[in-house]
């Protein structure tokens, strides 16, 4: 279904980026608001709500964890951290139900 792009269903995440753009999870959508614009454009969409958000100003990199699939996805790249991979024995090598996202300036 495609998004109605003036009335959100359900935002779960928002993220403003430097020059005043608003990043908004959005259904299973991420959207894109420009500063004095009502209407939405989307960015992509994803099999899961994005529930956090995250603009890298360095890249232009924008990061979305998607909770119930345990991921973070990356935009443009549509490259994913994934909920495993990282080898041990640890409980805490894995990604389970991300409910956050941060960056750094490095």
């Keep these: 279904a495609v998004p109605n792009t003036t009335t959100l269903t ?5 993220f ?15 959207l894109s608001f420009i500063p004095g614009n009502r209407r939405a454009s989307t960015i992509t969409t994803y099999g899961s709500w994005p529930s956090y958000i995250y603009a890298d100003a360095t ?10 699939s345990s991921i973070v996805r990356i935009w443009p790249t549509n490259a994913t951290i994934q ?3 990282v080898t041990g024995t640890c409980v805490l090598h894995q990604l389970y139900q991300p409910t956050g ?5 490095l």
Excluded: E, K, Q, W
């Excluded at 359900?10 to 928002?14: A, C, D, E, I, K």
């Excluded at 996202?101 to 300036?105: K, L, M, T």
């Design 10 to 14: 359900g935002p779960t995440g928002l």
């Design 16 to 30: 403003m980026i430097n020059n005043g753009t608003i990043l908004v999870g959005d259904g299973n959508s991420l």
């Design 59 to 68: 890249t232009s990199f924008i990061y979305a964890t998607i909770t119930l």
């Design 83 to 85: 909920p495993s991979g």
């Design 101 to 105: 996202i941060v960056g750094d300036s």
